[in-house]
């Protein structure tokens, strides 16, 4: 596996594949790497003969009092296990890299009418950042696909409609949620939690599961759906910011027709904020 930190390394290294006819996989990442994104990195090999992948704890999508300079940082682990998982390329960016210049003064991106809903009410700035420097990224790969998983599905559908309004030339491949054997879906964030708290966190998941039951059995009120599964969570322990069903293409409120809902969550648990979702097909 090739390591670079530069851009003009990454383009030379994958024009260089492409003048051999290669088709290019690209999975982004911010590192501290675990079973799901191998999994991503697994797929990614079904669907390219190369496969590209960065990391990049990026700074412009956390806020004042996020996690930034505590999230995890485990580069030489997760090179090792790219490795292991047959990655040709991984790119290892500086910030200067990516940000030569004040971020605040360079040009940003946002998507009108997903960036400051749902995880954008409670994380202000937090899409734009995601989607500016997602923007940055393909730009530099220029990949034939990329993947992200479906566990951070708003960013998914953000992504998507990014890149079909920018008539960007990739295709955007999202992979399910991998999961503990208790159902907890996977993440870097789940370090934070203790052994207790990941048990209890895992019942995100069931609320998940419990919620979309009441939908498949017929169950409307959604908003009643909505405001006991949150009291629910709080009754665990949890500290919800929502539990919302939105219609799973571009997360609006769906109306009585919709058959293809998703139901997202967000909540705290001690120091971890905590997202799933599940898709309904009714």
Known sequence: MQTVAFIPDLRRTIRAWRDQGSSVAFVPTMGNLHAGHIRLVEEAKRQAERVVVSIFVNPTQ?????????????????????QAAGVDLLFLPGTSELYPSDPAAMTFVEVPGLFDDLCGRFRPGHFRGVATVVLKLLNQVQPDVALFGEKDYQQLIIIRRLVADLDLPVRIHGVPTVREPNGLAMSSRNGYLTPEEKNR???????????????????????????ERSAQLVALGLRPDYFAIRRQD?????????ARLVILVAAWLGAARLIDNVQVFL
């Open 250 to 258: 571009d997360l609006s409120p769906p109306g009585p027709a919709d």
């Open 201 to 227: 966190a895992a019942l995100l998941y069931a609320h998940l599961v419990e919620a979309a039951a009441d939908l498949r059995r017929g169950e409307r009120d959604l908003a009643r759906i909505e405001r």
């Open 62 to 82: 956390f806020g004042p009092s996020e996690d930034f300079a505590a999230y995890p940082r485990t580069p030489a682990q997760d090179a090792g296990k790219l």
